[in-house]
């Protein structure tokens, strides 16, 4: 969402060689961990996961009421697939699960499953542009954590814009998420309201940890763990009622789960390319791609609130995109200007 941590900070450099675990220096922890920087790269990763994530949205809340474990486990288990078959196409599956931090996979699957839990069970509970809106509240958590754990610069061009992208989200949540707006949330509504901020808290924390995990872990190795992970933590819901699925229920939880697969791939791949401080906000195209699937697969009607506030989120985006494209011409003007040591 905001600001780019510059490796060339020293006190950025190591504060992700402690999370990371490399014990290298600031500038050795950014040639292992990645192979180029390239802002504009991982943002385009990120749309690209954000578009998949919404699909497997609309396919999760087409199924219907089914309990929020069983689908956790379709989620996580049938995710496994893309992961498997892009460990086979690039000659790695032996080495997919290979990995010297099973406790900090754990701790990510752990937090994962947790978002992704209180996610569904809200995105039941609400419409799916309002569901996908409330999540909005996780870019702005990951600029927090990622000031406080990585230490990330957070310039004042990309706070304003995340100030105005946020002013954008409230215009879209007034009439459905206050007491003021109309009626104001029902009981239903609010629990759905209260657990998707959660899943936003959580889901904005996983992000960190995903951040520190690709300075030593290969993308599909961190997927895989987690699917892994979320798989045998869901299985622990079954005893608590899970219910038998028609065909057509399991067969857009399949679906959910192949997408949630891709979609992480490419999710964790943008990590690689830029600071999670620059690909947070554009989260954010996921709001009108939510309101036209909400429109043509459940019927609803976006709002003037929601227009307005839609195009004040994507023109944030869009100011945050151009602004890191004249500071990567700057910063590479910079380092051809500055003689050899």
């Known amino acids: 969402m905001a600001g780019i941590r510059h490796l060339a900070h020293r ?6 060689a402690r999370l990371g675990g490399h014990r290298g220096s600031p500038r050795q922890v950014s040639r292992a961990s990645r192979g180029s920087d390239s802002p504009l790269t991982g943002i385009a990763f990120k749309v690209a996961s954000v578009t998949v994530f919404v699909g497997m949205s609309t396919a999760i809340k087409a199924a219907g009421q089914v309990p929020t474990g069983e689908v956790v486990f379709f989620r996580s288990f049938f995710a496994m697939i893309p992961v498997l078959a892009f460990l086979t196409y690039r000659g790695e599956f032996r080495g997919g699960f290979r990995t010297k931090r099973p406790f900090s996979h754990f701790a990510r699957g752990l937090v994962g499953v947790t978002s992704m839990g209180l996610g569904f069970y809200g995105l039941a509970r609400l419409p799916l542009p309002e569901s996908i809106t409330i999540n909005y509240a996780q870019p702005l958590l990951v600029v927090v954590f990622s000031a406080l754990l990585l230490r990330e610069t957070i310039r004042i061009y990309r706070w304003s814009a995340v100030v105005v992208g946020l002013i954008g989200v409230f215009i879209v949540s ?3 998420l206050t007491l003021l707006g109309g009626g104001g949330l029902g009981g239903h509504e609010a629990a759905g309201a209260i657990a998707t901020l959660c ?14 995990l690709v300075h030593t872990e290969k993308t599909a190795t961190i997927v895989l763990w987690f699917s892994l992970s979320a798989t045998l933590l869901s299985l622990l819901t079954l005893p608590f009622g899970w219910v038998a699925l028609t065909a057509e229920q399991a067969g857009l939880l399949v679906m959910a789960g192949i997408c ?12 690689r390319y830029a600071e ?13 791609l939510a309101i036209i699937a909400g429109f043509v697969v459940f019927g609803d009607v976006p709002t003037i609130h929601m227009l307005v506030g839609g195009a004040i989120v994507v023109g944030a985006g869009l ?23």
């Open 260 to 271: 949630g697969g891709v979609a992480q791939l490419l999710m964790t791949q943008s990590y």
């Open 174 to 176: 007034w009439p459905k």
């Open 276 to 288: 999670a401080s620059v690909v947070a906000p554009f989260e954010y195209t996921s709001m009108i």
């Open 199 to 212: 899943a936003a808290a959580a889901s904005a924390f996983a992000m960190i940890l995903v951040r520190s």
């Open 11 to 16: 006190d950025a450099g190591d504060a992700v």
């Open 319 to 341: 100011f945050i995109i151009l602004r890191e494209r004249q500071l990567g011409i700057e910063r590479a003007a910079a380092k051809t200007a500055t003689p050899p040591q």
